[in-house]
């Protein structure tokens, strides 16, 4: 059913339940794994009475993305998925992952949901939700256990 499932992490909670909800469908269907990174650009804000200036340089975000992508492909091969392979891009998040599925077409596509209240899903916009509308595949939103049940 499953022949290619991508699954996007990002080292967060979220991903992490992703992951091993990918892992098990992989097992499950026998699938080739595709763990998929992208490393954002940095923001640069600017207030118009302000001159603009480059940020500072550090250390290169793609490195800590393609550390997650290895560690996220060791786990899968320990969880017991042969088929797995890991890339890592950088860029805008959404746009990258909607590139990488229409260059390599997969049958499922895994993220996690980091539980944005509404305010700031609407502010800030949400990954899985673009993802969701826009994927040419199906996508299975996977949020994290709650270690403590939420507010009414």
Same mark, same amino acid.
Do not use: W
């Given at each position: 059913?499953?022949?290619? *499932?991508?699954?996007?992490?990002?080292?967060?909670?979220?991903?992490?339940?992703?992951?091993?909800?990918?892992?098990?469908?992989?097992?499950?269907?026998?699938?080739?794994?595709?763990?998929?990174?992208?490393?954002?650009?940095?923001?640069?804000?600017?207030?118009?009475?302000?001159?603009?200036?480059?940020?500072?340089?550090?250390?290169?975000?793609?490195?800590?993305?393609? @550390?997650?992508?290895?560690?996220?492909?060791?786990?899968?091969?320990?969880?017991?998925?042969?088929?797995? @392979?890991?890339? +890592?891009?950088?860029?805008?998040?959404?746009?990258?992952?909607?590139?990488?599925?229409?260059?390599?077409?997969?049958?499922?596509?895994?993220?996690?949901?980091?539980?944005?209240? @509404?305010?700031?899903?609407?502010?800030?916009?949400?990954?899985? @939700?673009?993802?969701?509308?826009?994927?040419? +595949?199906?996508?299975?939103? *996977?949020?994290?256990?709650?270690?403590?049940?939420?507010?009414?």
């Amino acid at each position: 059913m499953y022949r290619v *499932i991508a699954v996007a992490v990002d080292g967060s909670e979220g991903a992490a339940a992703a992951l091993a909800s990918a892992v098990d469908l992989a097992k499950r269907y026998a699938s080739q794994l595709v763990v998929v990174a992208v490393a954002p650009l940095p923001p640069v804000y600017v207030a118009p009475n302000q001159p603009f200036v480059a940020p500072a340089e550090g250390a290169d975000p793609s490195v800590e993305y393609r @550390t997650i992508v290895d560690a996220a492909v060791s786990t899968a091969r320990k969880g017991g998925v042969a088929a797995v @392979t890991g890339v +890592c891009y950088e860029g805008v998040v959404v746009d990258e992952i909607l590139r990488h599925l229409a260059g390599h077409p997969a049958d499922l596509l895994v993220v996690g949901s980091r539980g944005l209240s @509404t305010a700031k899903r609407i502010l800030l916009g949400s990954v899985s @939700t673009a993802l969701v509308t826009h994927a040419p +595949c199906p996508v299975l939103v *996977i949020r994290p256990v709650a270690t403590k049940p939420r507010a009414p």
